[in-house]
């Protein structure tokens, strides 16, 4: 039996490592790559060390005008994701109704949706009603897809915070909007992190709708700039490549230092309501 134990542990273990091989490779060839100045395909040590990736892509067409338009179209449609979420999750938390489970059921079939197959009358309909090439209609259409199942977190972490305290804030004269904003949001900080940052990262590495429905080269985000550097006949810039992915990466990793503690914590409403 200890044999046994130790054999599956180790299979476990090694398992495990393999797992994590796979996933610190790519990012190990980013790295190195980033700072190598023969970079290529393979994940090696560089001979030297050198910054001339980062100088080449550091300039407005490159890497400066795409991030902010990624910062902007994100940005928005998390905003925009985040507030309509919170209000459509707070009468299906709250309130009991038929309708309720029938509504839940169908979001979630519309998260099951491909995007593919939706974008072509998406964009016929974005023509008819000029909104094709612009970054709010962009903006609008992010935060549509994100927000069926951004409802479908917000309403799991607001059915944790309690009723009662809400029932206070109505006894002294409340509204349900303030209740909302200033009882219920407030207590449910990891939930209202959770979704953003989900709601963020999903948009900011999505390639295909900014493709799709921005036209001018100057409105197009980082996540489509970045096909920039695969050029004609196989021939890739793959140290400017790696060079302009950890700057592509950067925000999202900020977002997640700048919420990390809201995640990590819990309501912390125990004895809440008690007395």
């Given amino acids: 039996m200890p044999r046994k134990r130790a054999s599956r542990r180790l299979a476990a273990d090694l398992s495990l490592l393999a797992v994590a091989v796979a996933f610190a490779l790519p990012l190990a060839w980013v790295l190195l790559s980033s ?128 009723k009662e305290l809400e029932e206070a804030a109505w006894t002294d004269g409340a509204s349900s909007l303030q209740s909302l904003a200033r009882i219920v949001l407030p207590l449910m900080g990891p939930g209202v992190a959770v979704v953003t940052v989900f709601s963020f990262v999903m948009m900011w590495g999505n390639f295909f709708v900014p493709f799709m429905l921005l036209l001018t080269p100057d409105q197009m985000p980082a996540s489509v700039s970045i096909n920039d550097f695969f050029g004609n006949r196989g021939m890739v810039a793959y140290g400017q490549l790696a060079a302009f992915s950890v700057i592509y990466s950067t925000p999202v990793i900020l977002l997640y230092v700048l919420v990390a503690r809201r995640l990590g914590g819990g309501f912390a409403l125990g004895g809440a309501v008690k007395g």
Wanted: aromatic share 10%.
């Fill in 35 to 162: 700072v190598d100045p023969h970079a290529g395909l393979r994940v090696r040590v560089p001979d030297g060390l050198t910054l001339d990736h980062f100088h080449a892509i550091l300039t407005p067409d490159i890497t400066y005008t795409p991030l902010l338009n990624s910062l902007i179209l994100c940005g928005g449609a998390t905003a925009v994701t985040v507030v309509c979420a919170a209000l459509a999750a707070y009468p299906l938390s709250r309130f009991r109704s038929r309708l309720n489970r029938p509504f839940l059921l169908t979001i979630l079939f519309a998260t099951s949706l491909p995007i593919t197959a939706i974008m072509v009358p998406v964009y016929a309909l974005f023509v008819r009603v000029n909104l094709i090439d612009t970054l709010h209609g962009t903006i609008l259409f992010f935060a549509a897809s994100q927000l069926p199942f951004a409802i479908w977190l917000m309403k799991n972490f607001m059915d944790g915070v309690p």
